[in-house]
């Protein structure tokens, strides 16, 4: 898990630099320091373009965090299916709602954009996986 987050932020490092953004990853070192058996180059490719979206509607000198929880099943002795919950907050206006609709697949005029994130979502559902998206009011 750690090679993945730290190779995705490092694909997004320049953009944040650029905004100013502060990236804090929150994610405990238990679940940094998992072995997870699965393609990681593609959960690597998943991440950074989430990462990468939320950074573009982050304000200049904003903050993104990142957390994770994770759940195992047992499938056998020494066999686990692994449940990542990875959750990408950011300060802002949010991703619009046109982006939103492209990523679910409700909008046939898609943008590079878009369809990167519709991409993405097609990755983490082909690895039993899926995205949600929710808007917090600002306080």
Do not use: W
């Amino acid at each position: 898990m750690h090679e993945a987050l730290v190779a995705s932020l490092n694909q997004v490092r320049m953009k944040s630099n650029g905004k100013s953004i502060q990236i804090v990853n929150e994610m405990p070192e238990e679940i940094m320091a998992k072995t997870l058996f699965g393609d990681s180059i593609r959960l690597q490719q998943v991440i950074a373009d989430f990462l990468l979206v939320c950074i573009n509607f982050t304000p200049n000198g904003g903050l993104l965090s990142l957390a994770a929880c994770l759940s195992k099943d047992n499938i056998g002795k020494s066999i686990h299916l692994a449940h990542l919950d990875l959750r990408i907050s950011h300060v802002g206006g949010g991703v619009p709602e046109a982006l939103l609709n492209q990523m679910f697949g409700s909008d046939e005029d898609a943008t590079d954009e878009g369809l990167s994130l519709l991409i993405s979502r097609k990755l983490l559902k082909l690895m039993n996986g899926d995205v949600q998206y929710l808007r917090e009011a600002a306080r």
